[in-house]
């Protein structure tokens, strides 16, 4: 053979590996899983990597929703990259800064209260968003302002449309300047982590989301994620249970920011409280019983076999839509709300009406259901407790998070010597504190 | 004796041994006409897929890389094709500068040349633009918008490049049609006219016959398209190995109606236009975009005639007869380097 017949053979040869190359690279392309919501009507290829990933809510069906309209992002993209560099909020597309954007839209969530869509503006003028309580509280405990109103909010926010005496027009971003007290100034550096724009510590029991997510996605204590999404891995702490929304929210997820500790004002920092997490062999009722309050709270036997989310309504949490000064302004279930008092039954409301918000809110759940006919809790400020049913005879609880059933006894007709004017908890656990049997080791 | 038909006449029974050499011509031209053609092998089957629309071209592209059998490698391989024909292209401008080949008879050949050249860039920037996502319309409205600062004719020629007055629809069916054909079929014409100036011009550039003793030695057609070749499988084999391992890339798309959906990454332009995106960061886009770019491209027209109009030189390697050439295209080449590589960093 000449050079040149040698030279080309070797070559030749070379291309040749190439092209088989191609050819298996084109075997490797994955099969691409096409979908096309029927909101967007464009065609989606996520599913080709996430295909096994639960679908976020029966309410958000994948096949009407897709993935795109709420994450945002490159839908078409198979490359990992392209694909999430436009998602909104990164893995959260309910994280405040880009909730509009996804959640919201007045045919979605953020549209008239009288709707029952305003729950972006809820959220966002609540407490929990705002923290406006405790910048109020610290801001005036170290003379940084004159009252304990609320005049900052984690982010401005305004309200036009006030419905309570207490709700206020607007709060101004909270950005203490050097001349401000300097323990404002730490508590600003140092104490801003328990709100819902908040990142959560990456650690056991912190683990959470942001924005709505960060009540209605569930994280496990560990934070490991115990779905069907391929792409996610299942040892790296910091995801959700499963890619849910659920409003059957445990105790647990509540406890990922409360009951976490207590903040020392004082020393300006947070003491993380020490009895966690517990003896490995506990049951799984005696490691609730231990982890649900700090050792030094008092509560109730039902305050802690129930879940937060069975008395701690949709309103108090979300909010009203007006800005507060403080939780406590829109904190209004006791326990007589369920309970009664000695001359007086619980309120009851009877559901007439098909588009009742309580069958709505029964519908979003799985535990339990109201239907046309049904006799539910109502409570003084006109939210029902659909969870909580008047058979004719005895009122039964549903646990919205386990479906467990309770008969609620009543205080009308029991010997409980209470006085009508002293219905706050504080006075119930007087006589009804359930001592904690597990103790700390 | 029948008349030789072009392959023929391209390839000669003989052609001199010293100049057919790979060290003279390191097969410069011949590979930037297989890579244009590979342009068109690959580019053909990519039209069937792509949709030149606002709203669905981005998503075609999406179609090509992910979805259509093979579309993968016919656009990477349409991609790197196009990298080093610019790459191939200005290469064979610096040899026939350093190597004297642009003197007289070959005067009018190096423009055809260098109209191959600069079209060529067009191509690029035409193509660059129908992927239609953040990083192109960034380029895309930069680009335009230097356009614009002509004086006099500028916004008239803003709209028709441009199909009005704001970028759309109307913008990317325009570089659609000047991509495929608007821009492909005079490059087609020139590329031939090009090949064949070259047997017109006295057959590859040699030397005189005055320079060498006696009779310089010649090697037969065979050998030549031999060469040809394996500098042809060469090619393809670079080819081939950019486009199965390194992707074309691609951005964020445009959303149709709000524009961009995220920001451009800091480098807008395509690279080949780096060094005036560079220039553009400390002069206005009249001096930066239009009269420097023009300048460069006037001082190569007219470098045969201007620079050095001398015919001893040819076909020698740095000969001082075309010093002034050699100087000028060298330190603008090393100028459009330099600006590229800074810009590339920052």
Redesign the interface.
């Known amino acids: 053979m000449s050079g040149y017949q040698k030279a080309t053979a070797v070559l030749g040869m070379l291309l040749l590996f190439l092209v088989i190359g191609a050819l298996a690279r084109q075997e490797r392309q994955p099969e691409v899983v096409q979908l096309t919501p029927t909101l967007t009507g464009q065609p989606e290829l996520c599913l080709t990597c996430h295909e096994g990933i639960e679908e976020i809510s029966p309410t958000h069906s994948i096949e009407t929703f897709g993935c795109v309209l709420c994450h945002g992002g490159d839908g078409l993209a198979l490359d990992k990259d392209l694909a999430h560099a436009t998602m909104r909020g990164g893995r959260n597309p309910s994280d405040l800064v880009v909730v509009e954007e996804s959640c919201g839209g007045s045919a979605c969530h953020s549209g008239a209260a009288a709707d029952g869509r305003d729950h972006i503006h809820r959220v966002l003028t609540s407490v929990q968003a705002t923290y406006a309580g405790a910048i109020a509280q610290v801001n005036y405990a170290f003379g940084g302002q004159a009252d304990t109103t609320a005049h900052f909010g984690v982010t401005a926010v305004e309200d036009d449309e006030i419905t309570t005496y207490t709700g206020l027009p607007a709060l101004a971003a909270f950005h203490p300047g050097p001349e401000a007290p300097d323990p404002v100034q730490t508590f600003n550096r140092d104490c801003m982590h328990c709100h819902l724009s908040a990142a959560a510590t990456q650690e056991p029991y912190y683990y959470r989301a942001t924005g709505c997510a960060a009540c209605h996605v569930v994280y496990e204590n560990d934070g490991l994620y115990r779905g069907g999404d391929p792409t996610t891995p299942k040892d790296e702490p910091g995801h959700g249970r499963t890619h849910q929304l659920t409003t059957a929210i445990p105790y647990y997820q509540c406890n990922h920011c409360h009951n976490r500790g207590n903040y020392s004002l004082r020393q300006m920092t947070f003491l993380e409280r020490e009895d966690l997490p517990g003896s490995p062999y506990l049951s799984a009722q005696d490691q609730r019983e231990l982890e649900y309050y700090q050792p030094i709270s008092q509560f109730t036997l039902c305050e802690w076999e129930l879940d937060c989310v069975d008395c701690h309504t949709n309103g108090e949490v979300m909010g009203n839509g007006d800005i507060h000064s403080n939780q406590q302004e829109i904190q209004y279930i006791q326990c007589r709300t369920c309970h009664g008092t000695l001359t007086e039954m619980p309120l009851l409301e009877t559901i007439t009406d098909p588009d009742h918000p309580a069958i709505y809110s029964a519908d979003l759940n799985p535990n339990y259901s109201v239907a046309v006919g049904d006799t539910v809790i109502a409570t003084t400020e006109g939210e029902t407790f659909g969870w909580v049913q008047w058979d004719g005879e005895r009122l039964v609880e549903t646990g919205k998070v386990d479906g467990r059933l309770y008969e609620v006894p009543l205080v009308m007709g029991s010997s409980c010597q209470q006085n009508p004017d002293e219905q706050e908890s504080a006075y119930c656990h007087e006589c009804h504190t359930y001592e904690r049997t597990v103790t700390q080791p | 004796m029948s008349r030789p038909n072009f392959f023929e006449h391209l390839h000669p029974p003989t052609i001199p041994a010293r100049e057919a050499r790979f060290r003279y011509t390191f097969g410069l031209g011949g590979m930037s006409l297989l890579l244009f053609l590979s342009l068109i092998v690959t580019g053909v089957p990519l039209m069937f897929v792509y949709v030149p629309t606002a709203v669905s071209a981005?998503?075609s592209i999406?179609?090509i890389?992910?979805?259509a059998?093979?579309g993968?490698?016919l656009r990477n391989l349409h991609y790197w094709a196009a990298v080093l024909l610019l790459l191939t292209g200005s290469l064979h401008l610096l040899r026939i500068v350093f190597s004297g080949s642009y003197k007289k008879p070959r005067r009018f050949n190096w423009l055809l040349g260098l109209a191959i050249l600069l079209l060529s860039l067009l191509l690029s920037f035409s193509g660059y633009v129908l992927r239609w996502d953040v990083d192109t319309y960034g380029a895309l409205t930069v680009g335009t918008h230097i356009v614009r600062q002509f004086p006099v004719v500028g916004d008239w020629f803003y709209r028709l490049l441009v199909g009005g007055t704001e970028i759309g629809d109307a913008t990317l069916v325009r570089f659609y049609t000047w991509h495929i054909l608007g821009l492909v079929v005079p490059v087609l014409l020139l590329v031939g006219w090009h090949a064949f100036r070259v047997r017109r011009d006295g057959g590859i550039s040699h030397r005189a016959a005055n320079a060498t003793a006696g009779k310089a030695p010649r090697i037969p057609r065979r050998?030549l398209v031999?060469?040809e070749?394996?500098a042809a499988?060469?090619v393809?084999?670079v080819l081939?190995?950019l486009?199965?391992f390194w992707?074309a890339p691609?951005?964020?798309?445009v959303d149709p109606l709000a524009g961009p959906?995220?920001e451009p990454a800091q480098i807008a332009a395509p690279w080949f236009f780096l060094w005036i995106q560079a220039l553009l960061r400390y002069w206005p886009p009249l001096l930066a975009g239009i009269l420097i770019p023009l300048c460069v491209v006037g001082i190569l027209a007219l470098l045969p005639w201007v620079l050095d109009r001398q015919t001893e030189g040819t076909a020698v390697w740095f000969h001082p007869s075309g010093r002034w050439a050699q100087l000028v295209v060298g330190a603008i080449a090393a100028g459009i380097i330099i600006l590229t590589i800074v810009e590339w960093r920052q």
């Open positions: 981005a998503d999406r179609t890389t992910y979805v059998p093979y993968w490698l050998e031999q060469r070749g394996i499988l060469a393809l084999l081939f190995t486009s199965l992707n691609l951005a964020p798309p959906l995220a």
